[in-house]
Every structure is written in C-alpha cells, then in structure tokens.
C-alpha cells in the first residue's frame, strides 16, 4: 500500500516515520522545497514533492495542513486520485471539514490524531508519537464502510487507542478537554503577564517552576492552531468557556465572602473527579 501525507509537519512528518517502520512506502507532499528535501533525509517519506500530482498512486492519504487549508486541499487534490482512494484529514475539528469533504469525496473519513507537543515542524517529527494515545474516527452515515475499515487497521499499527464518533459529538468533548485548556492557559499566561509591578512579575518568572510549566504549556503552543480551534469549533468553544466562567465566578464568590468550607469542597470533588479523564492514560 502507498500511503500518502500532505503536511509534513508534527503530526504528518511522525506519521510517516511509523509508516515507513510498518514497510509502507510514503510519498510527502509539502508546499516547501526544502522541508521536501529533510523529509526525504531524516527518513519521513520515500519520496517528496511540492506537487500533489506525485500522490496519483496513493491509496491512503493523511491531510495533514493547517484546518483551514484541509477543505482547499481536497479540491485540488481530487484530479490525481484514484477511484478508489481513501482521503483523511488530521483536523482537531471535524464538523466544518467532514461534511464538505464528504462532498468532494465519497471515499473520506474523517479522523483525529490527539497527540503532539509544542514544538512544530518536519524537525519536531518523532517516531512513536501516537503510541497509547486517543484516535478519533469520525465517519458519517454515507461514509462507505470498506474505507473506515481500511482506516482503521492502519491507524491500529500506530498503537494508539481508537475512538469513533460523529463530527458533532468529537468537537463537543474537545472543546471541554483541548480547545478550553487552550483559551484558559492563554488566558493565565496573558494575566501573569500583566502585573504591574516590574519587580513583582520579575520574582514571579524566577519562582515559576513545574505548577506554572503544566497550566501554561498548552497555551504556549502553535498560535494558529489555536486561532483555527476558535473559529472552526466557536458554538461548542463558546460553551465550554461561559461554563468555566461560571465555575471561576463561584471560586471567586466563595474567596471574597471566606466561604471556605464550600472551596474545600469544590477542591475536594475535583481532585475526585480528575481521575475519570486521566485513570486510563
């Protein structure tokens, strides 16, 4: 099988250093050259190209660009491929994508990869990234079942733990457990940052140790990823955010009247709670 991946970035560039060490041949579509040519040096792929053309063999294929070029993508993509090729994507929303790209291909499924880190780029690339890691498969009613199948025993060999859902209900959990620990890191960061007392905000960058490391690292990641996750996933983004709102506010309240048998509470029932999104990881 030749397996095909458009975005040799993170995420594309480590799935085609698995796929290579599985004996697939990969062939990497980028639309720079000169990430083309360290695909081919560090081993990501077979062959490269800047044209999507050298996919017209392929019969699995990963779009692994920016959410909002995933849709433009398979525009252009659809003249090389064969009949019955398979397309999917690599989007953390699926409701803007899966549809429309249903659409302009019978053979698409959509998919999910929950796996990554801060540093981006062909370089960041690392083989067993996917490893014990959430896969979202998320097909629609008119999805043909041979091509979530074949999806399917592909993704299994990356070691990751294999999830299916519709569009809807994956970008409503991601929204709660990905998207709003986004917009919530970025928001600590842009507060600390803020401390009007220069001498205060210069102690506090020198005591920030592994507490500060963990709240803020998802919002200190790859500024336009998290720009598409608020466009792309705005209604189920908008609700998670007004309910954290919610919940800061009764913090808040709970401080400011020394309520502190109801903080300990909430304290108590979150580190209860916690274990239901993390016991299994």
Known sequence: MNIGIIGLGLIGGSLGLDFRKQGYSVLGVSRQQSTC???????????????????????????????????????????????????????????????????LWSNFVGSHPMAGKTEQGINAAQSGLFVNTPYVITPLESTPNFAVEILTEIVEKLGCQIYYSSPEEHDRAVAWISHLPVMISTSLVQACGKEQDLNIRKLAENLASSGFRDTSRVGAGNPELGLMMAKYNRQALLISLKNYRQNLDQIIDYITREQWQELEEILVSSHQYRANFIQSK
């Open 37 to 103: 040519d360290i695909a081919v040096q560090k081993g990501v792929v077979d062959e490269s190209s800047t044209s999507l053309e050298l996919l017209a063999t392929a019969d699995l294929i990963f779009i692994c660009t920016p959410i909002h070029l995933i849709v433009p993508t398979l525009e252009k993509l659809t003249p090389y491929l064969k009949p019955q090729a398979i397309v999917t994507d690599v989007g953390s929303v699926k409701g803007a994508i899966v549809g429309n790209c249903g659409q």
